[in-house]
């Protein structure tokens, strides 16, 4: 099996039929179908199935088609690592984050990274933390920002920041009015409630805590979707559980109330994870530092602070 074989194998497979995939190769079609049937003799696996239409990937094909983009994605980013050793970082680098984290400081990662490193290519895919986690383990983001910490010793991890969440209230629903920034666990059995599914973990952490107080809250909806959340505290249906930066924009537009969660507060950490499996090439070091930047940036701004905590790692000296 050599980078050749590979390289026509991702193609057909991406193509969905050997005369689309040797076009766009500029290999001739029977050229193009011995290499298959070579690869295909060499693993002892079929990896693809022919038919009128084109291929379909076998079980065997579809994971080979796996391995083999991250074997040819890193043959590219290592030669241009090498090419580039004394210049700008090229390349792109697959980052996963939490939409959470993408409201702190998405949009100034990517300015950052405009600014620093022009040529620099940043692919953001925005999940739940366990999406991403399963993400990064098949070797689909070079980092990920995740509140679920990986436990796997092929991952490295280390803490960006720890974040209180906070109670938002529709500016004219009619319950009880709260004072200060802050509002007592206990006091959330009070107000209809708009949360996110049991798969979902902040969903979780807010149960667990409950739990333990023994809090019965009243959940009158279930949405995974933070814009449905945010939407239905705008218009009044529910109040809601999220983080901080999540209810910044409603705050500001539709008058929603937001205070901190305390006695006890609920509490959750982000975590910047990458595989081992997967060198850490000056792009993705580039990036690892401009999230730092951005994200430490975002967590010190001014009414923040009893929202967010750095480490000590990451704090300025």
Do not use: W
Not at 10 to 36: F, K, M, N, W, Y
Not at 172 to 186: A, I, M, P
Not at 217 to 230: A, G, M
């Amino acid at each position: 099996m050599d980078i050749r074989q590979l390289r026509y194998f991702v193609g057909v497979a991406t193509a969905g039929s050997l005369t689309q995939a040797a076009e766009r190769l500029h290999v001739a079609q029977p050229a193009l179908s011995q290499q298959i049937l070579k690869l295909e003799r060499e693993l002892g696996e079929p990896l693809m199935l022919r038919h009128s239409r084109g291929i379909s990937l076998t079980e065997a094909g579809s994971r080979l088609l796996e391995h083999a983009r991250f074997i040819l994605e890193q043959i590219e980013q290592a030669q241009l690592d090498v090419a580039d050793a004394g210049g700008q970082p090229r390349g792109t680098v697959h980052v996963g984050m939490p939409r959470s984290a993408s409201d702190l400081f998405g949009i100034e990662l990517l300015s950052r990274a405009r600014r620093a490193y022009p040529e620099l290519r940043i692919a953001v895919v925005d999940r739940l933390s366990e999406e991403l986690n399963e993400l990064l383990a098949s070797n689909e983001l070079d980092l990920c920002l995740t509140f679920a910490r990986p436990e796997h010793d092929r991952i490295e991890s280390e803490p960006m920041y720890t974040e209180n969440l906070c109670l938002a209230v529709p500016p004219r629903l009619r319950v009880r009015r709260l004072r200060g920034r802050t509002v007592r666990f206990e006091e959330l059995s009070r107000y209809p409630l708009a949360l996110p599914t049991a798969r979902h973990g902040l969903r979780a952490l807010v149960d667990r805590v409950a739990a333990d107080k023994g809090v019965a809250l009243d959940v009158r909806f279930e949405l995974d979707s933070v814009q449905l959340l945010r939407d239905a505290v705008a218009r009044n249906l529910a109040c809601t559980i999220l983080s901080f930066s999540s209810l910044v924009e409603q705050t500001r537009s539709a008058g929603v109330r937001v205070y901190v969660i305390a006695e006890p507060p609920i509490c959750r950490a982000l975590h910047l994870a990458r595989s081992r499996r997967r060198p850490a090439s000056r792009a993705v070091l580039a990036v690892r530092e401009l999230i730092v930047q951005s994200m430490r940036d975002a967590v010190t701004a001014k009414g923040y602070a009893d929202v967010y905590a750095l480490p000590a790692a990451l704090k300025r000296t």
